[in-house]
């Protein structure tokens, strides 16, 4: 019989489940193939060389062996610094809801180098500001750019006409921006302030490693946190999960100021 056939690739660990007593099965990002899960065989012991590796939030430089569904971790070993990342709660929730989104929009079928980086820069940038929650914003409007979702924040996506100063309102279910004159039957559509399109465009231009810092009042930082919770739940058609436990700690630290 010909031996299974293997591959290498750098990953990001997005979530593990255990199966029977000593197997894990690992949901992957994989910056050469897009999401894959895997078995690790005997991860659970102890004394297994895969202990440690396949925590969620970790990056790996990985061997794995095509199985007939699923392919097994033959080999893996920690390759960024994220752990410190793990140390802090309020970067936790904040990492493992990054995880859900890329385990949301991640495809199987095809890999994504932008989202990939996206993911890890994202994180490093976590894991050295773990109270901001600007980087969270610009993860959300940039994921949904390299899923081909990015939506329209210059120009009415009725009538085409660029949007003037003033107030506008915002629906993912057609893309984007609308003017007051548009008005189509959409159930989506919500008001959008003049501010939080600013803040859009500027986070739509900025690269993570130069995020401008701003200062926001609450209900700035809700307006936008909702709007793009909105999107990216009407893309993923469903709840996020760990948004609940992000909200859960910002209701108890009830900052005066969001950055
Ligand atoms: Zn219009």
């Given at each position: 019989m010909a031996p299974p056939r293997s591959y290498h690739c750098e990953a990001l660990t997005l979530k593990k489940a255990f199966i029977g007593e000593a197997d894990v099965i690992v949901t992957l990002y994989t910056k050469e193939r897009g999401k894959v899960r895997a078995i690790a065989k005997?991860?659970?012991?102890?004394?297994?060389?895969l202990v440690g590796h396949l925590e969620p939030l970790t990056l790996v430089s990985m061997s794995l062996a095509q199985g007939r569904s699923l392919d097994y971790v033959t080999q893996v070993q920690t390759i960024?610094?994220?752990?410190?990342?793990?140390?802090d709660l309020d970067a936790v929730s904040k990492g493992f809801y990054v995880a859900e989104l890329v385990d949301g929009f991640?495809?199987?079928?095809n890999a994504n180098p932008p989202l990939y980086q996206l993911a890890v820069e994202t994180l490093q940038y976590i894991r050295d500001?773990?109270?901001?929650d600007l980087p969270l914003r610009f993860f959300e409007l940039h994921l949904l750019e390299v899923s081909g979702l990015k939506p329209e924040l210059?120009?009415?996506?009725?009538?085409?006409?660029a949007l003037p100063p003033g107030a506008h309102r915002f629906s993912p279910n057609v893309g984007g921006t609308l003017c007051i004159d548009c008005h189509p039957a959409d159930a989506h559509v919500r008001a959008l302030s003049l501010r939080a399109l600013k803040v859009l465009r500027l986070l739509d231009r900025s690269r993570l490693p130069e995020l401008p810092s701003l200062s926001m009042d609450k209900s700035l930082a809700q307006e936008l946190q909702s709007l793009l919770s909105l999107t990216i739940e009407y893309w993923l058609d469903k709840q996020i999960q760990s948004n609940s436990f992000m909200e859960q700690l910002q209701r108890e630290s009830q900052p005066e100021v969001y950055r």
């Open positions: 005997g991860a659970r012991r102890s004394n297994s060389r960024g610094n994220l752990s410190p990342l793990k140390d991640g495809s199987e079928a500001n773990p109270t901001a210059y120009r009415c996506v009725e009538c085409r006409r």
